[in-house]
């Protein structure tokens, strides 16, 4: 007889209780081997992809891409022994119904958590409690209520697209249900969805307002709050009125080392190394906050204690189709510029490809943002949680600048710092700002630190 094991949606980082179904990797009838990729979810830190701890047949797909889960909901039900007679999944009987439910762990794999998850649904308001994942019985008996199940992908068919692509469908009203992708595997492309919207591509429907959020009555677009926008939306509102924040601000020539950038392009031992603006700023960061460790200290209300940090996990706010999102260095004061370098460009790729995981943006200790690579000159950045300053890269623009007595044209860089004063006096703020400032303008006092 068949066995049939149900898949929760794990808690893939602490403390998170909901995500979304961003594609399912496989459909109904699918055979699938231990740890492989079943799904890719996103929580309200990153996208997240979910390998599933069994081998077997899937039965069943729970919800649709799109959807809302909380965790430990099960997505998802597999036949762990399809060799046996073909059977719908065993239901617990009516006074089974009312005993304590069996959970069954399941460990953490690649993608999860440290902690373990159980099969076992939450109850919600008003409805019945869910069963616990079935197993193989000896035989069937009476089905007991259940809440009602999501509705299932139309036909089990789940189109394998991208979320920045599945985003882009959504806005241009085009049913990715209706299209086969052009990539490799059937993957749907964002050309795909262009063609579809422009009518040279065959499209059976479009998105509905409903689904789409465009009321034509009032030509508005309601877009449903979660994922990345909502953590982060909650996260910035909590810095703001927890930790009171001071801006100082500080406009430098970094004519200088613009010039060594080119050296840099140059040398040997930077040959194929991304050098930016923003490599030297993390660099000056990392060795201010040597000669001012408030910068790099923490507020412990709990505790009702500053610690202080002896190392430097460096984040770097980066714009993703998700929004924004901060993963970090971590120790970047112990890498060299040649090894930051690299380290950013690794984490940047990473973050547009909305592969950042939840490690990998927790736990900083100070933060750069640069808006200067959308052209803009400074800003008053909000601290993030759990650290105690932000600096803030404007852009690089060539400005008249008095040296030696004359008018020149020179680059000219803003930098906005933002601090928690709990911790950070306005003496140690500005005398991180001048230190950073000072390293940027001439790359050559680094050797003085």
Known sequence: ???????????????????????????????????????????????????????GVVTELHVEPGQTVEVGTPILTIDVDPGGAAAPAPTASPAAASAPAEEEEMKPLVGYGSKAVVTQRRARKGAAPAPAA?????????????????????????????????????????D??????????????????HKA???????AATVSTVDSGYDPATRERRVPIKGVRKMTAAAMVQSAYTAPHVTEFLTIDVTPMMEFREKLKKSR?????????????????????????????????????????????????????RGLIVPKVRDADSLSLKELASALTALTEVARQGKTSPADMANGTITITNVGVFGVDTGTPIINPGESAILCL???????????????????????????????????????????????????MAMTY
């Open 269 to 321: 031992e930077f040959a194929g190394v991304k050098v930016t603006p923003l490599t030297f700023a993390a660099k000056a960061v990392c060795l201010a906050a040597k000669r001012t460790p408030d910068i790099n200290a923490v507020w412990d209300e709990a505790a009702q204690e500053i610690v202080y940090k002896d190392y430097v996990h460096l984040g770097i706010a980066a714009a993703t189709p």
């Open 1 to 55: 007889m068949p066995t049939f094991k149900q898949f929760p949606l794990a808690d893939t980082a602490e403390g998170l209780t909901e995500a979304d179904i961003l594609s399912w990797h496989v459909k109904p009838g699918d055979t699938v081997t231990v740890n492989q990729i079943v799904v890719e979810i996103e929580t309200a830190k990153a996208a997240v992809e979910l390998p599933i701890p069994w081998a």
């Open 134 to 174: 079935a197993v193989a019985a000896p035989a069937p008996v009476a089905p007991a209520p259940v809440a009602p199940a999501a509705p299932a992908p139309r036909g089990g068919y789940v189109p394998l697209a991208k979320p920045p692509v599945r985003k882009l469908a959504k806005e241009l009203g085009v």
């Open 197 to 203: 919207a422009n009518g040279s591509a065959p499209v």
């Open 394 to 444: 404007g852009a690089i623009k060539d400005q008249p600048w008095v040296v030696d007595g004359e008018i020149k044209v020179r680059k000219v860089l803003q930098l906005s710092l933002s601090f928690d004063h709990r911790v950070v006096d306005g003496q140690q703020g500005s005398e991180f700002l001048a230190d950073v400032g000072a390293l940027l303008a001439d790359p050559a």
């Open 176 to 193: 990715l249900h209706a299209l086969t992708g052009t990539a490799d595997g059937g993957v749907i492309t964002r050309d795909d969805v």
